[in-house]
């Protein structure tokens, strides 16, 4: 099925795999009037590349974003914007010993059980790598919130063991593990070092606050915010846990706790006291901060030696050689960054038409 | 916009508030020819029904269920099912003083933002007993699963700090918790009841298990399997926090602990040795058992003496008032049960044409 | 599959059948803030009643509609508008000759094959009693464009060879057919006389003109103004040809005959000196009249002895008893009406977040 | 609004404008192991190619197909399929002429009246040149198709008031007409002729012909088989008007006439002794040839004078000078053909889970 489009006004179709010809994403429904270049784009892609520090693969993707269409005379046109990244250095491997068996902890024995067959270059299409386009459709996105007050921040709450215990958030792209605790980054670093010697790979987890969010926004019943943001979160690969506000520590808290009491601010509007809710009261959003968090598994790719079954059907011991990641988290900040943004812009969008006064006041 | 319609193929579209004339659901795209009466959805209902126990709110709703359509001469036709519950006994109450203040915890003011005003009567459209509906729609799915092999079990695993330590299946039926730990669900009554006499609330977490789903279920990259049912779990009102297999523990692990190994069973097939993954790689089955959690705030009407804005702008306490759960765990795990179904159901018909000897075998 | 539910943001799903408990309509996307009332769609559906004139069915359906949610204190809340039709009187009758063959010109034969069985009753889901649900929907949608500035007038246009030559708007709810043309209406009428005489039904063809579409109306690529407006009528049982403008006589025309010429009107302002396009260019509503005609098919239920197939593979003879309509024309112009208004409401709310300008204008 | 995506298992996004950098299209949802590469599709476009004829504009379209993802060692992987047409040559021209006025006929005007301004090289998004990236998708869709024994064929039924009156299958491709008519194709070469020597163009229309649809394709009440092929024909920028069987010949018909009666054929199974219906029976396809025609206004780029009104307010009067089409049908008829193609094909996916038996016989 057409599992690859995403969102109802602001729709992204992304399409390619890590090792064929090329990657991108259409957006269909971006409004139009939009300054859009490049440029725009290219910072965002950046964030995700590998080899940008000790902590990730020296693996070199030159990810270089073109725009084919949609965009005249430096302006978005209201027609669909595609975009395209080309794999350039990656045809002269050989991938027998990978085709051979399956990789504990990825898609290769899913994609086989589900299609028949996969394309085992670097994981095809379940590689992270898709994750680019998504990036590039998250540029816009954000752009775009940014334009209307709003502004979307992710940042590295946890590696391992190592959590922040403090925010500052001009320090998230101070330190190359887009931590906004600079302590906290510097015992996470030695910690990957460690991990990293070992032959292995660890999680952590990501953060994500959203500040301007009118209150409003999100569709009773199942396309509330939060529930939409929980299925942009965990389509990523490695999310095993989304979290809205306090999280799965709610669990254990009592009503009288939990509640963010109403009261005034400043200037006498009604204001939450707490954020528990982390922004979201019934799938809506409230007008405070939100604030999501994933939780990723760590990288399945180690050398360190691991048991399989192969294609001959024998079990087997494997150690999966490459340039890999001993970490996820820093690349995908700004994946998370993304998969927020064009969640958040879909449901404002559509949102515009929640009411006859709105309606009314924009035909008439 | 249209928030209250989830799915492609098996497609369901609940309406009502709590205090309206009837609530329900129409299920658009249910195969033809299941067998199905009231008498298979009317259990699943009980479940959630009010007044089960003494853990729950002594409030009577009728809830009988009834079909309108899409059944004839005992099977389902193809044609769209329509199920209504008549809101009976609730016309006379005096809903002044609730309509004057925003209830801390409630969508009371996110709706009034979003929409301009709400109907205050008992939550309105977001009332948990909204999800009636939902649980007459998972009621069809459930059975539809059990014809092709596949077992949905939901049951509490916390109520505050308590939390199972023993997994017995056929207990879960047997207390009123829901706990397949009887020693557990004893300790929990005894919070409940602590919690209660405060005038308080608590929080829990639901657990759900899928036995018997075939490896390949799901669509990458967008439509994976845990994504939609991310999205579906954190669609019910007091979830925070979603999470698959392990769930955010991954943040604090390494690679090699993480991933499952591939073994050989007792027949030589394919086989993980342990299922850290939830049953779930790469968005697709995997043929393990899916293991998927949901963390619930406590219920957020309390008697307790709450802070919060009237409609004069005058910051007020109050005191909820009126028959409410001290704990939503119990009433919930069947909605939780009922939100997996539909989600999973829908992707195993998408995946009826993901290749091209399914389709040929069909058509030719 | 979901074949019942149409459109994205104002998005109806129908359900029942015929001979039914009931059947009925969910409006999930209705602004919040219209004022409406059962009183408001009666009347629609009174158009659509049989028995209205010597020309229908003196069959007798109440059809009298109600609404079970989405509505408070007279006002819609933005939920999902919930309303139902009642099958009164049709419990009894004796249905077994007509399950025992296929009807020539019904859809008895495509059921059985889609779904392996069918409800045979008064033509069950397939009958073309299920408009009613539409009818309803489209008397919100209509109410919503009204207040907008738009009017949408559907009107009979032909009933066999007998077309309208002239067009008076208020003569159109003057005569028991809708046309807008008196004569042509009574000529139509003895025509019907005679066609009834011989045990046989007669075809026709409706035309809908909405004034007061703004500019900008519809979304290129497929989901054109005028794509959608084809599904939409296609979509009703007996229609086989559906015309935008000057519709299929366009095929022998010549560029310059066709094309409208841009002219400035009495206040400068841009307009087209002839309509030939049917206010569509490009699929975008173009300011000027949309004009749309769909061409039905005769009442396949007749009297008069034909030919088919029963149970047993045998060829017989049969006579479709029963108050059928010898044209199905006057009561299905309200039908074209709700199909009509339900796209274009859809279409003018998608389109408010077009460019930037309008969500920054909304926004900040 | 996200108005360039179609279909909902077998979904297709085109993107691109006429004279941008290139144009493509994302099939998302093609089933897994369909041997595909660009010799599959090339032929498809070749024939939508300007230049191939004397009656279509000598313009020169590289046109060559590059299948960018979604296929691996010679097969679909199941993944999104994406495919680009690069537009080489299109730089130079100066269009600032064009930019400076609306052009009778086409959308200049209305795209500036929703997204505020347009991308005015060539039509831009309106050209007629996006239909390349829909043949591209359709081709793929023809091709699966076959494999399930479903043949689709288009060709050109009249121009102007040359209609065919003969059908012979082989000489479709014989002529550059696309006419089933030697006779019909030489006579409609000389009008076309005519045409263009008096600067203007002509109109015409084209019918599609599937052969072995299965009986139970499309789903009731709005995915009705013929409604989505409404839908999709009428996308196609320049159809005005769409018929199903007997179209609009029917509104002047008797039921006796237009009902096709049951039979039994030379192995004792049910059939239709005619096809009035055109193959579709209560939007399900009934077994019998399906047919769908299109009727095409004429290009509106015409040499010959015409008025329209320019950038400062004045009307002027222009001469739309380049090489352009004197009619569009020859070039069109591969665009029906693969708009019907994708259509039925998702209608015939989304089939396949239409009863238990199907859904049973597949996972048991």
Chains 1, 2, 3, 4 share one sequence.
Not at 17 to 42: F, M, R, T, W, Y
Not at 139 to 159: E, Q
Not at 206 to 233: R, Y
Not at 333 to 354: G, P, R
Request: hydrophobic fraction near 35%; charged fraction near 25%; proline fraction near 3%.
């Amino acid at each position: 099925m057409a599992g690859s489009t995403l969102g109802t006004i602001f729709k992204i179709s992304t399409w390619g795999e890590s090792h064929g010809k090329a990657l991108g994403v259409v957006i269909d429904g971006c409004p139009a009037g939009l300054e859009l270049s490049e440029a725009d784009i290219q910072p965002y892609l950046n964030r995700r590349k590998p080899g940008q520090s000790a902590y990730t693969t020296p693996r070199k993707e030159a990810d270089e974003i073109e725009i084919l269409s949609g965009v005249f005379e430096g302006k978005t046109t209201g027609t669909p914007i595609s975009m395209i990244l080309y794999n350039k250095s990656q045809q002269s491997k050989d991938y027998s010993e990978i085709a051979s068996y399956y990789r504990p902890g990825h898609a290769d024995y899913t994609f086989d059980a589900k299609y028949g067959f996969r394309d085992y270059r670097g994981g095809g299409r379940s590689s992270g790598r898709e994750t680019a386009a998504r990036v590039a459709a998250g540029a816009v996105a954000v752009k775009i919130l940014k334009s209307l007050g709003v502004d979307v921040t992710a940042y590295t709450r946890s590696i391992g063991d190592i959590q922040i215990s403090d925010f500052v958030k001009k320090e998230i792209m101070n330190n190359m593990l887009y931590m906004p605790d600079r302590e906290a980054a510097v015992k996470a670093g030695k910690l990957i070092e460690a991990v990293s010697k070992e032959h292995d790979s660890i999680g952590g987890s990501i953060e994500c606050i959203i500040n301007g969010v009118p209150a409003g926004i999100g569709e009773p019943v199942f396309d509330k915010l939060d529930a939409n943001l929980a299925k942009a979160l965990m389509s990523i690969g490695a999310v095993k846990g989304v979290e809205i506000g306090d999280g799965i520590s709610v669990a254990k808290k009592r009503g009288s706790e939990n509640n963010d009491f109403f009261c005034l601010d400043d200037n006498n509007n009604i204001a939450k006291c707490t954020n528990h809710s982390g922004g979201i009261l019934g799938g809506i959003s409230d007008g405070s901060d939100i604030i999501i968090r994933a939780s990723f598994k760590a990288t399945p790719s180690i050398l360190k030696e691991q048991q399989t079954v192969n294609k001959n059907g024998e079990e087997i011991n494997v150690s999966i050689k490459g340039r890999h990641d001993p970490v996820i988290i820093p690349r995908a900040v700004v994946v998370v960054e993304a998969m927020t943004a064009v969640t958040l812009l879909d449901l404002m969008l559509i949102n515009m038409s929640s009411t006859m006064d709105n309606i009314k006041s924009f035909y008439n």
